[in-house]
């Protein structure tokens, strides 16, 4: 999807929300004097954080496939931040289209606010940046990068663009979001063959603003 040569392509990205609790356990007991008391019951694991669903993402004609949440960090992001994202436990999901446009969710969460606060700022700096760095690694291509503003959802979510274009006539154009709710960071991707006015911004904020709002 987005560069069409040795860059990696942005895929596709499912939906479901994955969320890990331990069940409490109880267990009365007979006690001196005919009383009955219970175990305290055993602490409840933090809730995984939820991704998108298809129905989430822009609309498109053919309509979203989503797949399912895998372990690792997606390769369809690591045209812009492969060389620059930190080592985390990262999750992921790949949506796609009939046609030629797809989309990409990954998710983090980091030990504490600080660390969240600070791989957002690391994430935004590499996308901010990607334009520059991929003119330089690969001379058949053409970048340009847009910073669309920020949104305003829990600590705060991020909109950028990316257009490029081969020296033999392909143009991609991709919008990233990075969004942060305390420790935890998401990282929304979309990309189809076009320019900057092919790309449904107003509609990729609300995905963005969404994905933020529904990690917990």
Not at 23 to 45: D, E, F, L, R, V
Not at 79 to 95: K, M, N, Q, S
Request: charge should be neutral.
């Amino acid at each position: 999807m987005p560069i069409r040569t040795r860059v990696a392509a942005l895929a596709a990205l499912t939906a479901a929300a994955l969320a890990v609790g331990a069940a409490a356990t109880a267990q009365a007991g007979a006690a001196p004097g005919g009383t009955a008391q219970k175990n305290a019951s055993a602490p409840k694991k933090a809730a995984a954080p939820r991704f998108l669903a298809a129905s989430e993402l822009p609309p498109h004609p053919t309509g979203w496939t989503a797949g399912p949440v895998t372990d690792g960090f997606p390769e369809q992001l690591a045209y812009c931040l492969g060389e620059g994202v930190p080592a985390y436990d990262y999750r992921h999901r790949l949506f796609h289209t009939e046609l030629d446009t797809s989309a990409v969710q990954v998710t983090v969460v980091t030990g504490s606010a600080a660390k969240g606060k600070a791989l957002a700022d690391r994430l935004n700096k590499e996308i901010r940046t990607c334009a520059a760095r991929l003119e330089r690694l690969y001379p058949e291509i053409e970048a340009e990068g847009r910073f669309f503003g920020t949104l305003p959802v829990e600590e705060g979510a991020t909109v950028h663009g990316l257009h490029t274009e081969t020296s033999y006539g392909a143009t991609d154009v991709n919008l990233l979001s990075v969004g942060r709710d305390g420790r935890t960071v998401t990282v929304v991707g979309w990309g189809q063959m076009g320019d900057f006015d092919d790309a449904p911004l107003a509609a990729f904020k609300k995905t963005a603003k969404k994905a933020v709002t529904k990690l917990y």
